[in-house]
T-cell receptor, first 114, second 113 residues
Framework: DTGVSQDPRHKITKRGQNVTFRCDPI?????LYWYRQTLGQGPEFLTY????????KSRLLSDRFSAERPKGSFSTLEIQRTEQGDSAMYLC????????????FGNGTRLTVT | GESVGLHLPTLSVQEGDNSIINCAYS??????FIWYKQESGKGPQFIID?????DKRQGQRVTVLLNKTVKHLSLQIAATQPGDSAVYFC????????????FGAGTILRVKS
């Protein structure tokens, strides 16, 4: 499978714990995006990378959230001191980076904070 | 602003009929639009895209229509099949937002056999 891969698929954690998710984009794609989706809503933009550079962060991304893409390939999203409001599906997408190229999404990581 | 909805409209169609899913986008500066299909437990799957210099684009069994005057986008699915049942999202790329997509609220498509 050469699509976007995310790990884990599901994560249940207790409030206050830290969690980290991983995303492996399509190999030739240089742009990588993180989105968050809650039930009944469309995905909301969190942040994106061009190669290893993080170029934009949404105001939704509080200081408890950090994303990295150290070598311009896979990316990690860490949430520190999780809160119940962090419960959501975290989606990763990648694109070729040319003007108006579509985003291709992974199947997400479902986070439940108890 | 960004388009985020709380309630998903539902479209129910009979298998074999054509489906039309509508989307009102928010930003007149958007120059690129995409339709995604999302099945339960999966991420959004790319269906078809269209640039603002076009008003119609066809794919396999799908057609996207763009009306920039009224900021309206539609997805037509021909001969709808049970496998088409999913939530459908339109997404826009406003120029001033850089390279990110802004998603609409989504429409549930239910195909009756």
């Amino acid at each position: 499978d050469t699509g976007v891969s995310q790990d884990p698929r599901h994560k249940i954690t207790k409030r206050g714990q830290n969690v980290t998710f991983r995303c492996d984009p399509i190999s030739e794609h240089n742009r990588l995006y993180w989105y968050r989706q809650t039930l009944g809503q469309g995905p909301e933009f969190l942040t994106y990378f061009q190669n290893e550079a993080q170029l934009e962060k949404s105001r939704l991304l509080s200081d408890r959230f950090s994303a990295e893409r150290p070598k311009g390939s896979f990316s990690t999203l860490e949430i520190q001191r999780t809160e119940q409001g962090d419960s959501a599906m975290y989606l990763c997408a990648s694109s070729a980076g040319t003007q108006n190229s579509p985003l291709h999404f992974g199947n997400g990581t479902r986070l439940t904070v108890t | 602003g960004e388009s985020v909805g709380l309630h998903l409209p539902t479209l129910s169609v009979q298998e074999g009929d054509n489906s039309i899913i509508n989307c009102a986008y928010s930003n007149s500066a958007s120059d690129y639009f995409i339709w995604y299909k999302q099945e339960s437990g999966k991420g959004p799957q790319f269906i078809i895209d269209i640039r603002s210099n076009m008003d119609k684009r066809q794919g396999q069994r799908v057609t996207v229509l763009l009306n920039k005057t009224v900021k309206h986008l539609s997805l037509q699915i021909a001969a709808t099949q049970p496998g088409d049942s999913a939530v459908y999202f339109c997404a826009e790329n406003p120029k001033e937002y850089g390279n990110k997509l802004v998603f609409g609220a989504g429409t549930i498509l239910r195909v009756k056999s």
